[in-house]
């Protein structure tokens, strides 16, 4: 009896006010995050936290408290159980977040509970960063030795234009532009924002694929569209601390959008579920700043979710990593995509 266990990985989010100083304390000590040596790491993921804690509780309480990130990370693990029925005697469906619970060393322990035959990891970030699928994966395969969990392991990194998470995505557009079409009188034609969460420059410039994968995902996209003279653009959000990011910055586009007198629709094209970036961020406080710029009419875009077309293309992710050979690392295509510039790419076939 052949047992297969996939382990879906994402980041997180504090299930009440009090776990959001210890969750954002997770996520700046996370090396990934902030490179400097551990003591240093430490000290100033203490500081961080502890300034950032009220601004964050503050933007929590805007979603009950909470984070939604793991209900509808339940959602999507179920769905993505069924849609595995068949690939092996038993298929269980495990999440592992990176910043709170359920973390890493919790779900290593329920998955050698449960005894597999087969690991497949399936970071759901459809484009690869050191900083999110490479943290995830690294500090799986450290606790997962640690704890003696031996079974062969298959690892996805990355998913930029897979059918399934383009059609799902594009679906979603599509329907934004159509209901806007229908309102926007003798505005303009708008324009498509396709909104990532941004990296510092330094991250890019050391290899990092992140931002080449995203311009791939919102290219994909929008060519699934078939609108020929479709206005878009791929921006980036949620700046943080003094280095200088990726840009051109969503908040800025939204701002000439304004001067220019367009209708938006913004999309997140980097997020596969709904938290405090596109709930807030987008939906409230980039919301506010389209009003105050004079952008006619602005609409965000649904993330994907649990779309059927979505989850069908992840488990045929799945499905491919557990036929490959074990402690392989797989793109959406089983070969490396990402150009020779991205001396990160985790995929060196």
């Known amino acids: 009896m052949k047992k297969l266990a996939v382990v879906l990985f994402n980041l997180g989010g504090p299930d009440s006010p009090e776990a959001v100083r210890p969750f954002l304390f997770n996520l700046f000590n996370d090396p990934a995050i902030i490179g400097a040596p551990t003591p240093v790491r ?20 805007h979603l009950g408290g909470r984070s939604p990130l793991l209900p509808h990370t339940e959602d999507q693990a179920r769905a993505l159980e069924g849609a595995l029925a068949g690939a092996a005697d038993e298929v269980r469906v495990f999440i592992a977040m990176r910043y709170w619970h359920p973390m890493t060393d919790e779900t290593v322990a329920a998955v050698k509970q449960f005894g597999p035959d087969q690991v497949v990891l399936l970071p759901l970030y459809p484009q690869y960063s050191r900083t999110t699928s490479g943290s995830s994966i690294g500090q799986w395969r450290a606790r997962a030795a640690a704890a003696g969990l031996r079974a062969p392991t298959t690892t996805v990194c990355c998913y930029p234009t897979d059918p399934g998470f383009v059609q799902a995505q594009a679906a979603l557009v599509a329907d934004a532009l159509d209901a806007l079409e229908a309102e926007r009188g003798d505005h303009p034609p708008p324009r498509v924002l396709f909104s990532a969460h941004g990296l510092p420059k330094k991250v890019i410039a050391g290899g990092d694929p992140y931002q080449w994968q995203v311009e791939q995902s919102a290219a994909a ?3 699934a569209l078939n609108r020929p003279d479709l206005d878009w653009r791929v921006t980036y959000q949620s700046r943080v601390g003094p280095l200088e990011w990726i840009g051109p910055a969503t908040d800025s586009e939204i701002e000439a959008a304004g001067r220019e007198g367009k209708p938006l629709v913004v999309v997140p094209i980097a997020f596969v579920s709904e938290h405090s970036e596109t709930l807030v961020e987008l939906d409230i406080e980039y919301g506010e700043l389209a009003h105050t710029s ?4 602005y609409r965000r875009v649904s993330t994907v979710l649990s779309a059927p077309v979505f ?7 799945v499905r491919r990593a557990a036929g490959a050979a074990a402690e392989t690392t797989l793109s959406q295509q089983g070969g490396r995509i990402c150009p020779g510039t991205c001396g990160q790419c985790p995929n060196r076939a």
């Open 42 to 61: 430490w000290a100033l993921a203490q500081v961080i936290s502890r300034r950032r804690a009220p601004v964050a509780r503050e933007i929590y309480q």
């Open 221 to 223: 996209v929008a060519a």
């Open 294 to 297: 004079g952008v006619p009419l």
């Open 311 to 317: 989850v069908d293309g992840l488990a045929g992710l």
